[in-house]
């Protein structure tokens, strides 16, 4: 499907949140941690993370539904239950969930967009946490209790926190998306802006992506 648009996530929209009062200090070791989160479109929320300090990998995917739905062309049509999901593994001694929340909720997508995400309508598009750990359930409730109480955005927070059944990785086309297809004009509009956004509001969290073989 070739999407396109008006933006989302300008510089103009973008929000200065607080960060988490409810949050988990930083772990002693290096380890492994997974998140799964939805909010419109996969391609610019993997590129956003795939240049987050502490994030060891981002990949686009399909969450909500069942596993014989989860395909691109079937997601699509908004019935199948699934949201276009991205699935982030980092490092919780470099970066905590709640980090990963505050740069989710600020510059990777509107989180109070119901079932839409700028150019993109439909509940495959909805905004969602879905959460491995009770402790991510713990987290993201609070986070949203407190960015709600502040009135830190004009409208409420419509996130879903749901428990991770499943996540299916999406076909290998979506996978760095934004880094293969710098032209097209949605990535231009729409996704861009995010990625500067994350470079220009967490300079001490931003990274450059390595450029891989397939982009070179």
């Not at 008006?6 to 949140?17: K, P, Q, R």
């Not at 995400?117 to 905004?127: A, E, F, M, N, V």
């Not at 209790?145 to 955005?153: E, G, N, R, T």
Request: hydrophobic share 35%; proline share 6%; net charge neutral.
């Amino acid at each position: 499907m070739l999407r396109s648009g008006a933006s989302c996530n300008s510089s103009s929209d973008v929000v200065a949140l607080p960060d988490p009062a409810v949050d988990n200090p930083l772990a002693a070791a290096k380890a492994q941690e997974t998140a799964v989160i939805a909010g419109g479109c996969f391609w610019g929320i993997q590129a956003v993370f795939e240049r987050l300090k502490g994030v060891l990998r981002s990949t686009s995917g399909y969450s909500g539904g069942a596993a014989n739905t989860a395909t691109y062309e079937k997601v699509c049509s908004g019935r199948t239950g699934h949201a276009e999901s991205v699935e982030v593994v980092f490092d919780p001694s470099q970066i905590s969930f709640g980090q990963i929340l505050k740069v989710f909720f600020s510059v990777a997508h509107d989180p109070t967009q119901l079932n839409q995400q700028g150019p993109d309508h439909g509940t495959q598009y909805r905004s969602a946490i879905f959460y491995t750990s009770e402790d991510q359930k713990r987290i993201s409730e609070a986070y949203v209790k407190q960015l709600d109480s502040a009135k830190v955005f004009r409208q409420p927070i419509v996130t879903q926190i749901v428990p991770l059944e499943k996540f299916y990785p999406a076909e290998d086309y979506h996978q760095g998306y934004m880094d293969l297809h710098p032209e097209n004009m949605y990535i231009v509009i729409n996704d861009y802006p995010k990625v500067e956004n994350l470079r220009k509001h967490y300079p001490a969290l931003f990274v450059e992506k390595k450029r891989s073989a397939k982009s070179i």
